[in-house]
């Protein structure tokens, strides 16, 4: 076997407290060392591309003993582009720069830390997977955010399946009249390169004709199947009874007798704002007598239409799905009779045919008052805020002062949220106009003897109660997601978050991503969203799927894997994985069975495309039976080359992600901690298991430290969840064992900088049972308000002096 090539940096002579030449001799024992000052520096890099294209030096593992992963990475971005594959041996930030001036006690821990990276790598280039990705996209939804974002992805050269369930595009933008902060329309999309301006309205946009564009109207997606890059959507379209040949002529409008579900419409009815399909008939009302066919000039009316269902082979899928008013049994409780007490949805609807009576003179209402939050901002009802409401009133309010000058408008408010761009200018628009503002929400809405609405209000600005005797009452009731859309949720595999939207991966730097690899979302299908918002979302999630797709053929993360051998078919592995990346299949009877399996005999499969390889699984497996690209023989050696020879070790678990962060930078700070504390960077702390916290208890250790990401802000979703899960299970094995020591769970980001070495300074006294360095240690973080760690938790003993 060839050996190692181990890069010995000195880091131009900066790490005095080690010595390099005892180290290169115990390196040499090992694998093959080259000695170099300032391996970063032109000529350093330059011996470096040397050494990667000298035959077989291509072909062996290199081993970076010196600065940190991160700065690494950094430093070698143009070899690391040309093919170089670097392990890092961190002997800087992790070993000189943190550590004190005992030569001795360092260059001891440089040695094992070479050691441990020489001795247990990571995953073997086998287990690397490749994505072989279509090149089409299902989008879901053909609102505003849906439809733009295919037309964004089409142009990039895509092919784009857009799925909308109603016979229209546009969504509910297109029926809402004008929107803010911009005071137009809401029907439009970018144009195409052919056409001047920088929109056109839905109804004359080319770019709904672009060839790569297929549109599926009254359409559904009934399943889902594959895997990230392969996916088979089923949909399901409706007929449409209307054909081609319309020609809008309006004798089948004319002829029927039946009211639509639409208001205002029959059931065969049309839509001016989309020039593609000017009519259709709603299935729900419409009694197929067939008399709108018999008058059809030119037969474009098909009864004997059937349902039809497809299979589309997509790269990703888009769900743009939007949102929709509140039903009523959020606001029913205020009185709702959609007569005097309407909705603000059913106002815009009012307001076409009142701006007529305002051109006649005619005033339809005297006294108007809107009620915010009518049913949200309640566990009662919905608890979440829909961020469009206040907006929608005060649109509402202001152009009804201009229509009708002298009719009285008071909105009741708590809280008037006017948080965007220009937004508040709309607030002051409105008391300009005269609409008063009344802080206090009514619990109900009354009415007197002849019908009218009455309304009794704490006046908080007052502080006295007030009664209003409105002509009409109008409700801003919140938004909820569409209708289907947790039917749509289970099929793709995804989650919902607690408002029963769409769950994105993290809502501060992957807005447009869910928890289904290849599967994306934007628009207010994540969550009640203004117009603004949505059109840039959809632009910016066409380029995040453009890059998904184009990474054909890109070397994947490394996938965990099932040994058949072992695997017993509990689904234990199933529930825990946070990316639906494993399912139970039939076991194939090629393959190996454990002495005992379920009576099902099923096998767990890992899919190498959704895979992360957070090791959640393998970490959680009963039987060992998932092989982790880093493995548990990898990270019991590491533990034992690790603790080798040291007196009293205290052993740190860390996350690579967002505790790495912080224990970096603190290694770049020189936060000083002692040597005989020993970390092991695990990928998520969800690949730590009871079993490595016992074996680092059997080798010796007085104390034990967890350190993932920020309370919830697991980049792998439930990693600091699953590692709570296994520290309990630890602390009750060393119980039973006897053994008793102090263990804690620390969440940490790169803004904990400034306190890492204290931290690690403290839980070693602590650990050791050094009292007055411990008091000492303690006092200093309380005098800078630095406390104990957030989110600390301690399985106990005499010696952790924390509450359980």
């Known amino acids: 076997m060839t050996r190692p090539l181990v890069l010995l940096c000195e880091c131009a002579g900066t790490l005095t407290n080690i010595d390099f030449d005892r180290l290169e001799r115990h390196a040499g024992l090992h694998a093959d060392v080259v000695r170099g000052s300032h391996w970063c520096s032109r000529s350093g890099q330059a011996q470096m591309l040397e050494l990667m294209e000298s035959g077989s030096e291509g072909d062996r593992r290199l081993v970076f003993a010196g600065c940190s992963a991160d700065f690494a990475t950094r430093r070698f971005q143009r070899l690391l582009a040309r093919g170089l594959r670097l392990e890092s041996a961190d002997i800087r930030e992790g070993c000189s720069w943190v550590h004190g001036d005992d030569v001795e006690a360092v260059t001891a821990k440089a040695e094992r830390i070479v050691d441990s990276s020489v ?12 994505a072989e990705r279509h090149d089409t996209v299902v989008v879901i939804g053909g609102g505003v955010a849906g439809t733009q974002a295919a037309v964004v992805l089409a142009q990039m050269g895509h092919h784009v399946e857009l799925v909308e369930r109603r016979a229209f595009l546009g969504g509910r933008a297109a029926r809402i009249g004008t929107v803010f902060p911009t005071n137009d329309c809401g029907q439009c999309l970018p144009t195409t390169d052919a056409q001047p301006g920088t929109r056109k309205c839905f109804h004359r946009n080319l770019a709904l004709d672009h060839p790569g564009l297929s549109i599926h109207r009254r359409s559904t997606v009934e399943s889902v199947a594959g895997h990230p890059g392969d996916f088979q959507v089923g949909i399901r379209t409706l007929p449409n009874i209307v054909t081609d040949a319309c020609i809008n002529c309006g004798t089948c409008e004319t002829v029927c007798e039946v009211r639509s579900s639409e208001p205002g419409k029959k059931a065969i009815f049309s839509e001016f704002y989309d020039g593609r399909v000017v009519r259709t008939v709603d299935l729900e009302t419409c009694t197929f007598c067939g008399r709108c066919a018999e008058e059809c000039p030119v037969e474009a009316i098909d009864f004997a ?26 606001y029913d409780y205020l009185g709702y009779d959609g007569e005097t007490v309407v909705t603000q949805v059913e106002l815009a609807e009012m307001l076409d045919d009142w701006a007529a009576q305002a051109a006649l003179g005619r005033m339809p ?16 009802h919905l608890p979440h805020c829909s961020r469009l409401c206040c907006m929608i009133a005060l649109k509402h309010a202001i152009r009804l002062k201009a229509l009708f000058p002298a009719m009285r408008v008071v909105i009741c408010y708590l809280e008037m949220r006017t948080a965007g761009v220009g937004y508040e ?13 009344l802080r206090g929400t009514p619990p109900e809405v009354q009415t007197d003897a002849a019908g009218r609405p009455v309304i009794e209000v704490e006046d908080v600005t007052a502080a006295r109660k007030r009664v209003l005797r409105p002509d009409l009452v109008v409700l801003s009731t919140g938004m909820v997601p569409a209708e289907g859309l947790g039917d749509l949720i289970q099929a793709l595999g995804i989650e919902r978050d607690g408002d029963g939207f769409v769950d994105i991966l993290d809502r ?21 969203k203004a117009l603004i918002e949505v059109n840039t979302e959809a632009s910016a999630v066409a380029g995040e799927i453009h890059n998904f797709l184009t990474s054909a053929g890109r070397r994947g993360t490394p996938a965990s894997r099932v040994e058949a051998s072992r695997c017993i078919g509990c689904d234990t592995c199933v529930t825990m994985c946070p990316f639906n990346a494993i399912t139970l299949v039939e076991r194939p009877e090629s393959e190996p069975r454990p002495n005992e399996v379920k009576d099902d005999g099923k096998l767990a499969v890992i899919d190498p495309e959704v895979c992360r390889a957070c090791g959640i699984c393998a970490a959680n497996c009963p039987e060992l039976a998932i092989a982790h690209n880093l493995s548990d023989d990898a990270l019991f050696g590491r533990l034992a080359t690790m603790m080798h020879g040291v007196d009293k070790p205290v052993v740190g678990f860390y996350c690579k992600e967002c505790a790495g962060a912080a224990i970096g930078l603190a290694g770049q700070r020189r936060d000083a901690y002692p040597e005989s504390v020993r970390l092991i960077e695990l990928p998520c702390l969800g690949r730590l298991s009871a079993l490595h916290i016992v074996e680092a208890a059997r080798l010796g250790a007085v104390g034990v430290f967890l350190a993932g990401c920020a309370e919830g802000r697991c980049q792998y979703r439930s990693g600091d969840a699953s590692a709570r899960d296994q520290l309990a299970i630890a602390e009750e094995a060393l119980a039973e064992s006897g053994r008793r020591l102090p263990v804690e769970q620390w969440h940490l980001c790169a803004a904990d900088r400034m306190s890492v070495g204290r931290r690690i300074r403290l839980f070693h006294a602590r650990a050791i049972g050094d009292e007055l360095s411990e008091t000492l240690v303690a006092r200093e973080m309380e005098l800078i308000g630095d406390a104990a760690p957030a989110g600390a938790v301690c399985t106990g003993g005499e010696s952790c002096g924390r509450s359980r």
């Open 119 to 130: 001795a247990f790598p990571d995953a073997p280039a086998d287990t690397m997977s490749y």
């Open 305 to 330: 239409q059937s349902p039809r269902r497809t299979v589309v082979n997509a790269g990703a899928i888009l769900t743009a799905t939007g949102c929709e008013p509140a039903p009523r049994r959020y």
């Open 365 to 380: 209402v005297e006294e108007l008052v809107m009620i915010q939050c009518a049913g949200s901002r309640d566990r009662r």
């Open 425 to 437: 200018n709309w607030f002051l628009e409105a008391r300009r106009a005269g609409v008063e503002f």
């Open 508 to 528: 501060k730097n992957r807005a447009t991503e869910t928890s289904g690899e290849g599967i994306f979302v934007c628009g207010s299908a994540a969550g009640p």
